[in-house]
């Protein structure tokens, strides 16, 4: 008895503090948090019919709110390299896709097949530019050969940093340009005293 009371009460404290956050960053929050503990990061798959009446209610009245086709969720996120748009697209269709859309991970053919839905050029070799936001930490590899998932570092930038001109972003380039002109001065200052 004294571990179920345990339980309920870690779960009234874990939702009181999700409490001031939106869906979606309660989703992440969580994820990041079965990250940190070593459990299994994915949720049970949509496609079986495991899942309880009271989720797929809730999917069911919270999809139409928030659905976005690829090309609205690319210009809003507006990514500035080719990195930046395979973690956006990976990130598309794990989370925001429709229900039917939606997987975990996406290949160089999603990745074709989302250039062409975003009117942006078609990538030389799709494959290659995967591998690159890979070894940049935005993609996780998947299962199978030519899959890649979206990594915590990915769905950060995705989630919180793009579109570039958003307050953060705003705030690290500041941060850089002060860190710069600071060196400057206290380089010409080294020089004025070297001088003297």
């Known amino acids: 008895m004294a571990d179920?009371?345990?339980d309920l009460?870690?779960?009234?404290?874990?939702?009181?503090?999700?409490?001031?956050?939106?869906a979606e960053n309660q989703e992440?929050?969580?994820?990041?948090a079965?990250?940190?503990?070593g459990l299994p990061t994915q949720g049970p798959d949509p496609s079986k019919k495991e899942r309880?009446?009271?989720s797929a209610e809730t999917t069911k009245q919270e999809e139409p709110a928030g659905l976005k086709d690829i090309k609205t969720f690319v210009t809003e996120k507006n990514p500035t390299s080719d990195n930046q748009f395979a973690a956006t697209v990976a990130h598309y269709y794990r989370f925001v896709a429709p229900q039917a859309d939606r997987?975990?991970?996406i290949?160089?053919?999603?990745?074709?097949?989302?250039?062409?839905?975003?009117?942006?050029?078609?990538?030389?070799?799709?494959a290659q530019t995967l591998i690159n936001a890979h070894t940049n930490g935005l993609l996780d590899k998947g299962a199978n050969r030519?899959?890649?998932?979206i990594s915590t570092v990915g769905e950060n930038l995705v989630a919180v940093s793009l579109p570039g001109n958003t307050p953060v972003a705003a705030q690290r380039r500041g941060t850089k340009a002060r860190r710069k002109k600071t060196t400057r001065r206290s380089g010409e200052g080294a020089k004025a005293s070297r001088k003297r």
Do not use: H, M
């Open 28 to 32: 992440r929050i969580i994820r990041w």
């Open 52 to 54: 309880s009446s009271w």
């Open 146 to 149: 030519g899959e890649y998932v």
């Open 103 to 105: 997987k975990d991970f």
């Open 34 to 37: 079965r990250e940190k503990l």
């Open 9 to 22: 009460d870690a779960v009234r404290k874990l939702a009181e503090v999700l409490s001031p956050f939106d």
């Open 4 to 6: 179920k009371l345990d």
């Open 107 to 126: 290949t160089a053919d999603d990745l074709q097949q989302a250039c062409r839905l975003t009117g942006r050029n078609r990538f030389p070799r799709p």
